[in-house]
């Protein structure tokens, strides 16, 4: 089948799903997104790559970090202390719950804020500045975009309202499953939020995800084959937060979304697969993004299960 021709399609077919959803306000710089905007990026393990739609248009990746900043963060501590400090079981509530945290002695699993904010705590690094540097680094290598930058502006949102993280975090820090000052934590995974990229960065992002940690176009490998496929894992099982079930039903994909409108998937040995679409559902996921995935896995059949 024709990819390209496809995207054209269900651009077309399905763009007019934003109006089921609704841009975020709960940080203010989001809600200035254009709810009509969509866009879609297809790389293969090849190197090849389509595009469709607002394919040059920046968003911040928001929780599309998690994942690569657990990369990071395996590669820095080894699984063993990481999954000491967070789960690896979906929570079945709203990302940015406490209820789970409070009841358990880690947080759940590192898709949602509370296990993310554990994640990036145990990133190395002499201080904060260079913390940040390692994480931007990474992600300039997965997405092969060199100039990756923050919003500021979203950063500045974020740090203005982001009270429920910093709740998250001290009470991670009274059970000690956080070292170091909680202010400079939260500060640092703002900043990973806040990072501007298009879909196209995502799908290449994913691409090296599908290519069992090998960047496609370089061959160059970044993650180790089994940190991929841990990763890879819990996307599938979490990245999608109390949705991931319906999305595993109906797409049937690692994937993890933003609530800057982002969706990578993954499918493995074959694609990356980026979205945009700044519409949410009351989940927090892309709604456009959500139902073209829909689409392209069951016309190209690509469902893991
Ligand atoms: N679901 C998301 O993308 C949430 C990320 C956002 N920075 C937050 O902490 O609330």
Do not use: W
């Amino acid at each position: 089948m024709n990819i390209q021709r496809l995207l054209e399609k269900d651009l077309e077919k399905y763009s007019h799903y934003h109006q089921y959803g609704k841009v975020p306000t709960y940080i203010p710089a989001l809600a200035k997104a254009d709810p009509t905007d969509v866009g879609i990026s297809i790389i293969n393990t090849k190197g090849n790559s389509f595009c469709i739609g607002e394919c040059q248009k920046k968003f911040s990746l928001q929780s599309v970090s998690k994942p690569l900043a657990l990369i990071l963060a395996i590669m820095d501590n080894g699984k063993e202390k990481v999954f000491s400090k967070v789960g690896m079981e979906p929570t079945g509530d709203p990302f940015n719950s406490i209820n789970k945290l409070t009841g358990a002695d880690k947080p759940y699993n590192p898709m949602i804020n509370a296990g993310a904010i554990a994640v990036t705590s145990m990133i190395k690094g002499k201080n904060s500045l260079k913390k940040f540097q390692r994480i931007i680094d990474l992600f300039k290598k997965l997405s092969g975009n060199e100039n990756l930058d923050i919003n500021h502006e979203v950063y500045s949102s974020e740090i203005e309202t982001g009270n429920r993280n910093r709740s998250l975090a001290y009470y991670m820090k009274d059970k000690d499953i956080i070292e170091g000052q909680v202010e400079d934590i939260v500060k640092l995974y703002f900043k990973q939020c806040s990072i501007a990229v298009t879909c196209t960065d995502i799908a290449n992002m994913a691409s090296v995800l599908a290519n069992e940690g090998v960047i496609p176009k370089t061959s160059e490998r970044v993650i180790p084959r089994n940190i991929a496929q841990m990763v890879r894992t819990l996307m599938a099982t979490c990245g999608m937060y109390d949705e991931s079930g319906r999305f595993a039903l109906t797409v049937g994909l690692p994937a993890k979304s933003g609530v800057g409108g982002g969706i990578m998937a993954v499918v493995p040995n074959r694609f990356g697969i980026g979205t945009y679409g700044p519409a949410l559902d009351e989940k927090g996921n892309s709604i456009v993004g959500m139902k073209i995935l829909e689409e392209l896995s069951k016309k190209l059949d690509l469902s893991i299960y």
